[in-house]
């Protein structure tokens, strides 16, 4: 091999386009949250329940939830994912849920950013209701 093939396989190495690096590889996290009144910010007394289960793949920073709730004090009125906060503090919504019906499923694709922020620890899920218009039922997304 002359001194340019030489270059040009040590290029070929140092950027990946060998065989023996292996490539980055997107991975899919799995997210959850248990929802509870005990978690709202002032907390309430609601005798509900519920749970957050949702992936976020990587690569494409698309994030597909399922929300599920049961025994709220009256309809839900709204519901959405709020961020960026830390446990015990408000924030605003970043993500609507286009149906509040239980179970609530969905998909997103998120920005660079937000993905950072749910990723931290800095989203958490809100169930709204007449009754509990600043939330009844709360619960921090986690890894």
Not at 31 to 40: I, M, S, T, V
Not at 81 to 109: R, Y
Request: glycine share 10%; no cysteine; hydrophobic share 40%.
């Amino acid at each position: 091999m002359n001194h340019a093939g030489y270059l040009i396989a040590a290029i070929a190495l140092l950027f990946g386009a060998s065989n023996g690096i292996p490539a980055a590889q997107a991975e899919t996290i799995q997210l959850k949250a248990d929802l509870k009144g005990a978690n709202e910010v002032p907390p309430n007394a609601s005798p509900a329940s519920g749970k957050v289960l949702a992936t976020l793949d990587t690569d494409t920073r698309l994030l597909t939830w399922t929300v599920t709730y049961a025994d709220l004090t009256g309809p839900a009125l709204g519901a959405h994912f709020h961020g960026p906060s830390e446990s015990g503090k408000n924030a605003g919504i970043v993500l609507p849920f286009k149906t509040v019906q239980s179970p609530i499923e969905g998909t997103a694709t998120l920005t660079e950013n937000q993905a950072a922020d749910l990723l931290s620890g800095k989203w958490y899920a809100n169930i709204h209701t007449a009754a509990n218009p600043g939330g009844e039922l709360r619960g921090q997304m986690m890894k």
